[in-house]
């Protein structure tokens, strides 16, 4: 019975050994089954930070930016949101552009009627204005990185931009010397006027029905309100104290022409700028070659045909100021013409005329009239048609 139970023994150990290696074979599967389903998260779980950081960070970094940008508009003032909304953010840029400058400039006469100072020659008064503008403009192409001297392509147009619009200005200063200033300021405003027939000889520009009224309408509103009478009106002059005598015969003659040249080349000054400005996509390269040819210029004038007057302190701080103004609204008028069509904004050029006659009847320093008060309901009714009417379709 040993035997038997031997064989027995003997075959269920085999049998046990087979089933065991049986067994651990199916254990190993299964530790290794638990071994993998427990591993895979722990991986899963490690790789997740990494995913977390590297792949899912950049979708985060975007509305983190645009948090920041959106907080840093938040915490700009107002009149830096205007304002860069205006050089570029509406379909309206080019007309806010020139109302800009324009409002400008006639915060330049309320400046220069409030804080009158000494009498500066005309000329002196041009050279500081040329040289501050020549200075700013400078640093503003070389903190932008534009080249100085503007593209090679377009530096024939800067040229006669620049010599024009000093041939303009210098124009304009003879002409106020010798005409009523009510006439030298008719005939200065009559640039509008050159600059919109200059554009459609020029730049091709199609001239419409709207756009002529527009221009006619201003510049009959003008005419109302400086009509020629014999005392100083307004703030319009550019610099001094001009008297306002009629000057009779052939003198009075040359000087209309001379006032009707000066707004001659300031129209076509006007197309060369927009011209220019388009090409460069730069407004600013304009605004300096008008500086570096305009302040050697008036340099040279001051000192050929007037007397050098010293100012004084307060005068030349004003004249700075001053300086510091005629520059932005150069660099505004420039912005307008590079956006929008010459005829749309020359007609936004009007309201100058228009706010310094309000201002001055304000304040009681020109006499209320008929004529004064079309004209300038004449000139704004024109400029809010020019504005409701809106750009063109497709800016140029």
């Not at 299964?30 to 991986?43: G, K, M, R, W």
């Not at 996509?281 to 570096?292: M, R």
């Not at 005629?326 to 005329?353: C, D, H, P």
């Amino acid at each position: 019975m040993a035997s038997p139970e031997s064989i027995d023994g003997g075959g269920g150990e085999q049998d046990r050994e087979n089933s065991h290696v049986v067994e651990l074979v199916t254990s190993t599967a299964e530790s290794d089954s638990i071994s993998e389903d427990q591993i895979i998260p722990l991986l899963t779980q490690s790789e997740k930070p990494k995913i977390n950081i590297f792949s899912v960070s950049n979708p985060k970094r975007k509305p983190n930016m645009e948090q920041v940008t959106r907080l840093a508009e938040i915490e700009a003032s107002p009149c830096k949101q205007f304002i860069l909304w205006a050089w570029g953010g509406s379909r309206y840029s080019g007309l806010l552009c020139m109302a800009l400058s324009s409002t400008i400039y006639f915060f330049m006469e309320v400046l220069s009627d409030i804080f009158s100072a000494q009498s500066i020659p005309l000329f002196e008064i041009a050279f500081t204005r040329c040289t501050v503008i020549l200075i700013l403009s400078f640093m503003w192409l070389r903190r932008s990185g534009q080249p100085i001297f503007g593209p090679t392509s377009v530096r024939s147009l800067l040229v006669s931009r620049a010599l024009l619009g000093y041939l303009s200005l210098l124009s304009f200063i003879y002409c106020i010397q010798r005409l009523p200033m009510s006439q030298a300021i008719i005939l200065s405003f009559t640039t509008p006027v050159m600059a919109s027939i200059g554009a459609r000889i020029i730049l091709h520009e199609k001239l419409k029905i709207a756009e002529i009224g527009g221009l006619a309408c201003s510049f009959f509103g003008v005419l109302f309100m400086f009509r020629p009478i014999p005392t100083v009106q307004g703030g319009l002059a550019k610099g001094g104290v001009v008297s306002d005598l009629y000057v009779q015969g052939s003198r009075h003659i040359y000087a209309v022409l001379i006032g009707l040249f000066s707004a001659i080349t300031g129209g076509v000054s006007f197309c060369l700028i927009r011209a220019g400005a388009k090409a460069s996509e730069q407004p600013v390269a304009t605004v300096f070659s008008f500086g570096i040819l305009a302040s050697p210029a008036a340099a040279i004038c001051t000192f050929a045909f007037e007397d050098f007057v010293m100012p004084g302190f307060y005068s030349f701080l004003l004249m700075v100021v001053l300086g510091v103004l005629a520059f932005f609204a150069e660099i505004f008028l420039a912005r307008g013409l590079q956006l929008e069509k010459t005829s749309k904004v020359a007609n936004i050029q009007y309201i100058e005329a228009a706010f310094t006659q309000l201002w001055g009847m304000g304040l009681s320093r020109i006499a209320p009239s008929f004529g004064r008060l079309v004209g300038c309901s004449l000139i704004l009714v024109s400029a809010c048609c020019t504005m409701y009417i809106g750009p063109e379709k497709e800016i140029q």
